[in-house]
Each structure stands twice: as structure tokens, then as C-alpha cells.
């Protein structure tokens, strides 16, 4: 995982002499959720989660740094399941055939499983994003770290009653860090992987 801010305090308070540390963290940390709400650029695939009998909850197994802002699909086996409403869940054991995503992260199936299943089970990919406070992003993401920087600088720049307010520098950090969002976008399309399927083959 690499440290944001590790990799960008240095070259923000260069862009904004006088700015505490503090409050320059502050800015690099919201600029990597709004990032990755913009872009959805940080694709997670989880591995095959288990799936036991009479229990609803399913851990998902993101990091500890990051929370789901969309889930692009969920299998269980070969079969997709479909996002739901909360009004949906039910308190009868059947096979699931949808899921809603806990604000805890936590995947939630509509039915209690009527049976366990452990190979080959619950498979999610999702767009994640840093949790308040956290300055995290995963290192597939290095590329784009200069836009996060140049949004980051461009908060600072905009804040009201301080020595570094630069309004016309700020609105031309926005618009740099716009030009960028669709290559990040595509990124993360391309990582997009196909819904996990398993195939059998008949013999001859």
C-alpha cells in the first residue's frame, strides 16, 4: 500500500509555504476519497469467501484502511447475485439470490443460507476508497498520485483567511486534476475483471 503521505507531504507544503503539516494531511487525505469517488480507479477482487449455513453475514475481506464505495458484481459459485434494496432481506433460509453492502462493509445476503458453501463461494469485485483519515491507496495506483497531490493543493489553495489562499492557482489545480479523471476512470474500467464463473466440461 503506499503512504500518501509519505509520497506527497513534501512536495504540498512546497506549493503552499506556511501550511501546517496538519492541515496539509488533512487535504491530501480528502483529496484520496474524492479520487477514488471520482473515478473508482481502486478495484478490489476478494478472494473466495465462505458462505455458512443459517448465517446472513459474509466478511468481505477489504483492508483495514479502506471502505466499499460500489460493488460491481458478486458471484456465489457460477451464479451472480443481484443487488438489493434492505426491504428485500428475508428471515427464510433458501439459496441467496441477492445481497445489499452494510455500511460496515459487510456483505449481507437476502435469505439465511439453507447450506454451507466453501469452495469456489462468494467472490466480490468492488471500488474501494480510503476511510476518513486514512492517507492510503493501493500501489497499482502510483500513477495518478500527482493528481491526487494537485487536488490536494488546490483544497489548500482555496481556504478561506490564510497566507496561502491563491484562488486563480487553486481553480487552475481543479481544472488540471479534471483533465485527468477519465484516464484514471479507464484504469479502472480495465480492471474491471470478467464476473468469476466456474465452467464444467463433459467428456467425449
Avoid at 477514488?36 to 453475514?57: F, N
Avoid at 464505495?69 to 434492505?86: C, H, K, M
Avoid at 449481507?108 to 467472490?123: F, G, I
Wanted: charge should be negative; proline fraction near 6%.
Amino acid at each position: 500500500m503506499l503512504d500518501l503521505y509519505e509520497e506527497l507531504l513534501p512536495d504540498v507544503l512546497i506549493s503552499v509555504p506556511g501550511c501546517p503539516d496538519l492541515t496539509a494531511e488533512r487535504a491530501i487525505s480528502r483529496a484520496a476519497r474524492q479520487f477514488c469517488m471520482d473515478t473508482h480507479a481502486w478495484r478490489y477482487t476478494t478472494e473466495s469467501q465462505p458462505v455458512i449455513k443459517g448465517l446472513r453475514d459474509v466478511e468481505l475481506g477489504v483492508p483495514a484502511e479502506a471502505m466499499i464505495i460500489r460493488p460491481f458484481w458478486v458471484t456465489l459459485g457460477s451464479r451472480q447475485l443481484l443487488g438489493i434494496s434492505a426491504s428485500k432481506i428475508t428471515t427464510e433460509e433458501a439459496n441467496p439470490t441477492g445481497y445489499i453492502i452494510a455500511p460496515s462493509g459487510t456483505l449481507m445476503l437476502d435469505c439465511l443460507p439453507k447450506e454451507t458453501v466453501v469452495q469456489d463461494a462468494l467472490v466480490a469485485h468492488l471500488a474501494l476508497a480510503p476511510k476518513r483519515g486514512e492517507a492510503v491507496l493501493a500501489d497499482e495506483l502510483a500513477p495518478f498520485l500527482d493528481m491526487i497531490q494537485t487536488l490536494a493543493t488546490a483544497y489548500l489553495l482555496t481556504m478561506p483567511s490564510v497566507e496561502w489562499r491563491d484562488r486563480q492557482a487553486a481553480s487552475d489545480m481543479f481544472s488540471l486534476y479534471q483533465g485527468g479523471v477519465p484516464e484514471a476512470k479507464r484504469f479502472g474500467q480495465q480492471r474491471n475483471q470478467s464476473i468469476h464463473r466456474t465452467v464444467k466440461y463433459g467428456g467425449i
